[in-house]
């Protein structure tokens, strides 16, 4: 019988040894478990923080969009109305000019109330009628106002004390006898590019405010402004107002107010009604709140 008890051991210590292999496998898949369970955590971390990165994918566009989030974490700050107590001069002819006049049908509020809305202090000198070119009673098919002569020669607004000067004319140039003149030409104030360029020079000499030149807006009086002397005129005020490195905006060509809305925002084929008077506005106020397109040396 005493022969048995190597056996009964050897089996007690293979007992024992299986119990810790068991023991240590155990060890090992739950070490496994929690590993996986921490990997597991990262990547809803790591989803999470993807959800809420400030970058979004537009579907419609390949290009990466800044994401606003709903949480308030996230929320942006009110930006600062830049325009708020700014000093504007709105300079043109009729267009400007309207502003809260009464007319058939009603009163018409001019863009510059767009301004008004943004906090900002409006001066306007718009005349009715006006053109860049002197009048010419040889040339000029009726007589007009001048805002060469207004401006330059008599000094009838006061231009120094403005943050922004706004100038939005030209379509009376056309109608009064097109006398447009050519690049050689841009000292003679009985031409469109003359008057118009000595203004602008008398302007920069005169003022540091940020000056910005609107186009004139599509006309449906074909008859008195042809599209041809529209578009070159356009395109001429675009020449000088690069020479001059000032600010030029084409609401002709890149506007709402077209050949296929005209009847809706104009109310005789040339003025904007109050629905026209808005949009005309609103884009002054986008580009006036934009950055300055061009630097130009401060004045002493």
């Given at each position: 019988?005493?022969?048995?008890?190597?056996?009964?051991?050897?089996?007690?210590?293979?007992?024992?040894?299986?119990?810790?292999?068991?023991?240590?496998?155990?060890?090992?898949?739950?070490?496994?478990?929690?590993?996986?369970?921490?990997?597991?955590?990262?990547?809803?971390?790591?989803?999470?923080?993807?959800?809420?990165?400030?970058?979004?994918?537009?579907?419609?566009?390949?290009?990466?969009?800044?994401?606003?989030?709903?949480?308030?974490?996230y929320e942006e700050e009110p930006t600062e109305n830049i325009l708020k107590d700014k000093k504007i001069l709105c300079i043109g002819d009729s267009m400007t000019y309207l502003d809260?006049?009464?007319?058939?049908?009603?009163?018409?509020?001019?863009?510059?109330?767009?301004?008004?809305?943004?906090?900002?202090?409006?001066?306007?000198?718009?005349?009715?009628?006006?053109?860049?070119?002197?009048?010419?009673?040889?040339?000029?098919?009726?007589?007009?106002?001048?805002?060469?002569?207004?401006?330059?020669?008599?000094?009838?607004?006061?231009?120094?004390?403005?943050?922004?000067?706004?100038?939005?004319?030209?379509?009376?140039?056309?109608?009064?006898?097109?006398?447009?003149?050519?690049?050689?030409?841009?000292?003679?104030?009985?031409?469109?590019?003359?008057?118009?360029?000595?203004?602008?020079?008398?302007?920069?000499?005169?003022?540091?405010?940020?000056?910005?030149?609107?186009?004139?807006?599509?006309?449906?009086?074909?008859?008195?402004?042809?599209?041809?002397?529209?578009?070159?005129?356009?395109?001429?005020?675009?020449?000088?107002?690069?020479?001059?490195?000032?600010?030029?905006?084409?609401?002709?060509?890149?506007?709402?107010?077209?050949?296929?809305?005209?009847?809706?925002?104009?109310?005789?084929?040339?003025?904007?009604n109050n629905e026209g008077m808005d949009l005309i506005g609103e884009e002054m106020v986008g580009v006036l709140k934009t950055p300055r397109l061009v630097e130009l040396p401060k004045?002493?």
């Amino acid at each position: 019988m005493r022969k048995k008890k190597p056996l009964v051991f050897i089996s007690l210590l293979m007992g024992i040894c299986i119990a810790v292999g068991i023991k240590i496998i155990y060890g090992h898949v739950q070490q496994l478990n929690s590993e996986e369970e921490q990997i597991g955590e990262i990547e809803t971390i790591s989803n999470e923080a993807i959800s809420n990165d400030d970058y979004s994918v537009d579907t419609s566009s390949s290009i990466m969009k800044p994401h606003v989030s709903s949480s308030s974490e996230y929320e942006e700050e009110p930006t600062e109305n830049i325009l708020k107590d700014k000093k504007i001069l709105c300079i043109g002819d009729s267009m400007t000019y309207l502003d809260n006049k009464e007319i058939r049908g009603g009163k018409i509020i001019g863009y510059q109330q767009a301004f008004r809305n943004e906090g900002a202090i409006v001066d306007s000198y718009g005349i009715s009628g006006a053109t860049f070119k002197q009048y010419s009673k040889e040339m000029s098919t009726r007589e007009h106002g001048s805002l060469y002569d207004d401006l330059v020669l008599n000094k009838k607004a006061n231009i120094k004390d403005h943050d922004y000067i706004t100038i939005f004319a030209g379509t009376n140039d056309i109608s009064t006898n097109f006398i447009i003149g050519d690049h050689s030409t841009l000292d003679n104030p009985k031409t469109t590019l003359g008057a118009f360029n000595l203004l602008l020079n008398y302007l920069k000499e005169t003022t540091n405010a940020r000056i910005v030149v609107f186009s004139p807006i599509y006309t449906s009086n074909l008859k008195e402004r042809p599209k041809e002397d529209m578009e070159k005129l356009v395109e001429e005020m675009r020449y000088v107002t690069h020479l001059n490195q000032i600010e030029f905006v084409d609401i002709y060509h890149h506007f709402e107010i077209n050949h296929k809305t005209s009847e809706k925002y104009l109310y005789d084929k040339l003025h904007p009604n109050n629905e026209g008077m808005d949009l005309i506005g609103e884009e002054m106020v986008g580009v006036l709140k934009t950055p300055r397109l061009v630097e130009l040396p401060k004045k002493e």
